[in-house]
Antibody, heavy 118, light 106 residues
Framework: QVQLKETGPDLVQLTQTLSITCTVS????????VHWVRQPPGKGLEWMGA???????DYNSAFKSRLSISRDTSKSQVFLKMNSLQTDDTAKYFC????????????WGQGVMVTVSS | DTVLTQSPALAVSPGERVSISCRAS??????MHWYQQKPGQQPKLLIY???NLASGVPARFSGSGSGTDFTLTIDPVEADDTATYFC?????????FGSGTKLEIK
């Protein structure tokens, strides 16, 4: 069955870099896209960016040049890396599967809660 | 960015019909999707492309709309429907979500 699982740190220091891995199973990264969505505590959802099935990426300009998404298809993993973390980056980070260029997200990981600490 | 506007909260009694609206600041074609999220859980897809019921979702849920105005309807509402409901568009870049409508079942 389709599964996505995020792994990453619980705590990141202010101005440091966040690295999260999304490990998928039950589908191929060369067929489906993987998107990153975050949710600050008690707040709404924010789309961060995507790794397209063809290997290209797309980023929400709100993250300017802080965000990088990459993948290792041989390991069925997609990576999020974001630098210069601030306290308002404290959030639960989800990866989700999409299909096509105008996707909905049927499958989500459980998310990883990351706190940025000073 | 495409702003999606939702009412913050609604309260209804079991058995009633409830409509949750989502208005987009610009057209999104039919690429509006609806999610249910309960505390501590990931969002669950209910409706995709405005009116298509996601697999395994009860037929009590339905969606309608196109362009800029969309509606999620639950009829009849059950106690387990207590949750926050988000709309999401995937027509314009960046993809965006509404701020969510918290549904309380009285």
């Amino acid at each position: 069955q389709v599964q996505l699982k995020e792994t990453g740190p619980d705590l990141v220091q202010l101005t440091q870099t966040l690295s999260i891995t999304c490990t998928v199973s039950g589908f191929s990264l060369t067929t489906y896209n993987v998107h990153w969505v975050r949710q600050p505590p008690g707040k709404g959802l924010e789309w961060m960016g995507a790794m397209w099935n063809g290997g290209g990426t797309d980023y929400n300009s709100a993250f300017k040049s802080r965000l990088s998404i990459s993948r290792d298809t041989s390991k069925s993993q997609v990576f999020l890396k974001m630098n210069s973390l601030q306290t308002d980056d404290t959030a639960k980070y989800f990866c989700a599967r999409g299909y096509g260029y105008n996707p909905s997200f049927r499958y989500w990981g459980q998310g990883v809660m990351v706190t940025v600490s000073s | 960015d495409t702003v999606l506007t939702q009412s913050p909260a609604l309260a209804v009694s079991p058995g009633e019909r409830v409509s949750i609206s989502c208005r987009a600041s610009e057209g999104v074609n039919s690429y509006m999707h609806w999610y249910q999220q309960k505390p501590g859980q990931q969002p669950k897809l209910l409706i995709y492309k405005a009116s298509n019921l996601a697999s395994g979702v009860p037929a009590r849920f339905s969606g309608s709309g196109s362009g800029t105005d969309f509606t999620l309807t639950i009829d009849p509402v059950e106690a387990d429907d207590t949750a926050t409901y988000f709309c999401q568009q995937s027509w314009n870049d960046p993809f965006t979500f509404g701020s969510g409508t918290k549904l309380e079942i009285k």
